[in-house]
């Protein structure tokens, strides 16, 4: 019987691994968390282009997407149809049995103005009333006029989510959480009745 020499011995170990580091890399990115980077404007002044964001994908299988969560999505049916393939990442806006409306350059949820402190600038149009649908939600882009967002094609079935940006990890100079960020600071800011 022959014994494997030292060398041999390394090169074995390192083989396993590699292929434990890639087994582990890959359920990571498929079941906890995934890079990401923002390839449009449509999410300014919150996102810029080429950011690189960590999604969480684990919080959705505890809990429902929340208002105002920045959101990546695979595309709906109606943007599949028109030859849509990448992730989106939007805002959400609406949450099932919300209505929302959009008019006068303010979005309204249920009869309330929604603070959004976040936005590139209001929005020059007009939209609804619509309700959302259970297990479906109404996304925007923070920038609103340039944004191909719910206003356009519809509603985000919950099965599309993919999961939450959570982390901005690159510009190394805009590192940080973006929860934080995005959101008023009480929940009272968020709607404010109407005037």
Do not use: C
């Amino acid at each position: 019987m022959t014994v494997p020499s030292k060398s041999e011995n390394i090169g074995i170990e390192l083989a396993k691994t590699l292929a434990l580091s890639a087994i582990l890399a890959l359920g990571i990115r498929q079941f906890v968390a995934e890079a990401r980077y923002i390839p449009s404007g449509s999410m300014l002044p919150t996102l810029q282009i080429n950011d690189r964001l960590i999604v969480d994908k684990v919080s959705y299988h505890l809990k429902n997407p929340e208002r105002q969560d920045i959101v990546v999505f695979d595309p709906t049916e109606e943007l599949q149809k028109q030859n849509y393939h990448d992730a989106f990442i939007k805002r959400v806006i609406g949450v099932p049995g919300d209505k929302v409306e959009v008019r006068g350059g303010k979005v309204y949820i249920n009869g309330k103005a929604l603070t959004e402190n976040y936005i590139q600038e209001q929005p020059r149009y007009n939209f609804g009333p619509v309700s959302v649908p259970p297990n479906q939600y109404l996304v925007l882009g923070d920038n609103r006029n340039n944004s191909y967002d719910s206003h356009y094609w519809g509603f985000v079935p919950r099965e599309k989510i993919i999961g939450k940006a959570v982390l901005r990890f690159w510009p190394l100079d805009r590192m940080g959480g973006l929860s934080e960020e995005s959101k008023p600071n009480t929940p009272n800011e968020v709607l404010q009745p109407t005037s």
